[in-house]
């Protein structure tokens, strides 16, 4: 009986142990599935990851229905044959200097006959001035302000500045410039004191009144003399551009001894200006500065269209309101013209064309950029080493600054003066001024852009090699590389092409040409090229600059012979304000 009680509880055993093995095969062989299931969906996960990777490599980009796009550099895969080189190519030319510019020499100081302060300043004539516009604009009336009061035989009171216009800046003038060194440097020229004294111990206040733009020195005798004599102190509004632009040659020199050396900014501006110089040097020995100009209320102004769709036409439209004179816009008949500013990109690209590399630093002086971060993106892929006031200096060091902007503005131009190539995108004020300035101190290397020619080429560029349109855009820029000998004397507005301060050196001979050029080159087509360039240079000041200021044709005919120095101002409010907003 025991025995079989023993045998039961063996079979129950071996029973038990059975089902357990069967249990443990069953675990092992579920476990095995899933791992090989996670182990194929992880390898697949693998493999489409790897495929995205090499889609999204050699897949094509993204198409952008703006003209703001990234410029196709030689590692993109494109159908055109435009394919832009990283670097630049390789010229005769010295892309950072000038070709002649040793061959010419400032010359400002009065001749020998240019009367002098003391004999001929009557002591009892007071002449004040208000200036009006942005720092540039300003600039030019301080200046003509000078010979204005040198031709009227009158003391000068220091300039009133604007504060009510675009920028409203409350700066006044000693607060910009150095007012003592002003007054010290013109002892010579004409008497400057710093506020209206008592005439006769009696108080005087100023009569007011506006001359014409363009006002001769005969002008002022004929108008403004007059009034001096009788009411012995004048304040002249609105004074801008109210000087003619031809003066004998003793009267144009004492112009550039204002601009060039009676004008000297503040300590604290030059002094911040100067260190925005030197961490640009400290990042390069060479670097050029860039005007980009390329604000939504230029872009309104010019009536140009970008390729932003409905979304810029609203945006712009609603700006270009703002000018009531303003007639309907035609932007290709505009761009055609040469009147519509290069994109960023644009700019870059003319750059590439003319030479300057990938590893060029730039300076970029500008206010906000319409289309932002994108529109800059192109011109930042040709030129990576992208610099502005705000990424040299902290936000400390620019602080005393930022809440004035023509103190902002003065920085912008020390950087642009001191840099090695200047680029202006327009025609206003501020390139006028530097043109002059650089050409005035050793003819620096200024680049306009052609746009009359530029514009068309842009337009046609997918359909041309890189080394046809970069032929192109060096051919176009002749004559607009900031050259000796470029202008004409007279031509263009005096503070751009100074040319009665600026003397060849006896003995020298101008080479002519930017870049290299066949040697049998005859002087008939330099002449010709020159005549071509001189009158498309008068036809876009007129278009940009100085539109406003002449007399329509149509209005002068109907005057009849009426002398221009003896007519009312004949500027309208509406277009005051778009030279005022557009010149700086």
Partial sequence: MLHITVMKKKKNHAHTDNKSRLVGIFLAGVIRRRFIHRLLISAISVCLLLLFAVLSLFGPSPVIENDFVRPRLDSDQHQSPFHVPASGSTYRHDLWNSTNSKLFAACSNAGANFAKAESKTHPDRYLLIATSGGLNQQRTGIIDAVVAAYILNATLVIPELDHTSFWKDSSNFSELFDADWFVKFLRNDIRVVKQLPNIGEKFVSPHTVRVPRKCTPKCYEGRVLPLLVKKRAVRLTKFDYRLSNMLDDD???????????????????????????????????????????????????????????????????????????????????????????????????????????????????????????????????????????????????????????????????????????????????????????????????????????????????????????????????????????????????????????????????????????????????????????????????????????????????????TKIDSLPVLIGTDQAEVQVFFSD
């Fill in 251 to 561: 009267l144009q020199k004492l112009r550039c001894r204002v601009n060039y050396h009676a004008l000297k900014f503040t300590d604290p501006i030059q002094e911040m200006g100067n260190l925005l110089v030197e961490r640009m040097r400290m990042k390069s020995k060479h670097f050029i500065a860039l005007h980009l100009r390329f604000e939504p209320d230029m872009l309104a102004f010019s009536g140009c269209y970008y390729g932003g769709g409905e979304k810029e036409r609203k945006e712009l439209g609603e700006i270009r309101k703002r000018w009531k004179s303003l007639h309907a816009s035609n932007p290709d008949k505009v761009r055609r013209h040469g009147r519509c500013p290069l994109t960023p990109e644009e700019v870059g690209l003319m750059l590439r064309a003319l030479g300057f590399g990938i590893d060029t630093h730039l300076y970029v002086a500008s206010g906000e950029i319409y289309g932002g971060e994108e529109t800059l993106a192109p011109l930042k892929a040709l030129f990576p080493n992208f610099h502005s006031k705000e990424t040299l200096v902290t936000k400390e060091e620019l602080a005393p600054f930022v809440s004035f902007s023509s103190r902002m503005a003065a920085l912008d131009y020390i950087v642009c003066d001191d840099s090695d190539v200047f680029v202006t995108n327009n025609n206003g004020n501020m390139a006028k001024i530097l043109a002059g300035r650089r050409r005035y101190f050793g003819h620096k290397p200024t680049i306009r852009p052609n746009g009359k020619k530029l514009n068309p080429l842009f337009m046609k560029k997918d359909n041309m090699t890189w080394e046809e349109f970069a032929s192109k855009v060096r051919t176009f820029q002749v004559g607009f590389m900031g050259e000796p000998n470029e202008l004409r004397p007279g031509s263009g507005e005096f503070h751009e092409n100074p040319t009665s301060c600026i003397c060849q050196k006896s003995g020298s001979e101008v080479k002519t040409g930017v870049f290299s050029s066949p040697q049998n080159q005859t002087h008939e087509v330099d002449s010709k090229v020159e005549n071509r360039i001189e009158k498309q240079r008068a036809e876009e000041d007129r278009e940009w600059s100085e539109l406003d200021y002449d007399l329509d044709i149509r209005k002068q005919v109907e005057l009849k012979g």
